[in-house]
T-cell receptor, first 116, second 113 residues
Framework: DTGVSQDPRHKITKRGQNVTFRCDPI?????LYWYRQTLGQGPEFLTY????????KSRLLSDRFSAERPKGSFSTLEIQRTEQGDSAMYLC??????????????FGPGTRLLVL | AQTVTQSQPEMSVQEAETVTLSCTYD???????LFWYKQPPSRQMILVIR??????QNATENRFSVNFQKAAKSFSLKISDSQLGDAAMYFC??????????FGTGTRLAVRP
């Protein structure tokens, strides 16, 4: 399977704990996006990378959130000191960008986080 | 900031019939892209159809077609010959050139056998 993969698929944690999610994009894609989706809503943009550079961060991304893409391949999203409001589906998407033209974003299955 | 509005939280269609999902958006840009994504229950989001704003011709993909009205900032999705597998949440999304997606709140489509 050459699609976008995410790990874990489900995570239950207690308030105050740290969690880390991983996303593996489609191999030839140089752009990687993180979105958050709460129940009954559409996904909201969090941040994105072009290769290893983080180009934009949403105001939704508080200081407790950090994302990395160290070698321009997989990415991690860490949430420190989790709060119940962080409970959501975290979606990763990837796309290719070449000479200013960005192709369609393809989504992974998501990581569902529940903070107790 | 761009906004996307889907005013139909839920829609229902009889199998083999046609249904249209509505979407409007607000932007001051002239160069952008519009998408419809499908999210089946507990499954990942997949692209249904894409429209470039500079193209006057409406996009079609098999049973799926759009009605893109740029001046009215309207982008509706028509599903013909509806099938049980079409049941899902449908999200309309906007993207300016080379940037992130902005999604609407979605329309839940039920297909009656």
């Amino acid at each position: 399977d050459t699609g976008v993969s995410q790990d874990p698929r489900h995570k239950i944690t207690k308030r105050g704990q740290n969690v880390t999610f991983r996303c593996d994009p489609i191999s030839e894609h140089n752009r990687l996006y993180w979105y958050r989706q709460t129940l009954g809503q559409g996904p909201e943009f969090l941040t994105y990378f072009q290769n290893e550079a983080q180009l934009e961060k949403s105001r939704l991304l508080s200081d407790r959130f950090s994302a990395e893409r160290p070698k321009g391949s997989f990415s991690t999203l860490e949430i420190q000191r989790t709060e119940q409001g962080d409970s959501a589906m975290y979606l990763c998407a990837s796309s290719s960008e070449f000479q200013g033209i960005q192709e369609t974003q393809y989504f992974g299955p998501g990581t569902r986080l529940l903070v107790l | 900031a761009q906004t996307v509005t889907q005013s139909q939280p839920e829609m229902s269609v009889q199998e083999a019939e046609t249904v249209t999902l509505s979407c409007t958006y607000d932007t001051s840009e002239s160069d952008y892209y519009l998408f419809w994504y499908k999210q089946p229950p507990s499954r990942q989001m997949i692209l249904v159809i894409r429209q470039e704003a500079y193209k006057q011709q409406n996009a079609t993909e098999n049973r799926f077609s759009v009605n893109f009205q740029k001046a009215a900032k309207s982008f509706s999705l028509k599903i013909s010959d509806s099938q049980l597998g079409d049941a899902a949440m449908y999200f309309c999304a906007y993207r300016s050139s080379g940037d992130k997606l902005t999604f609407g709140t979605g329309t839940r489509l039920a297909v009656r056998p």
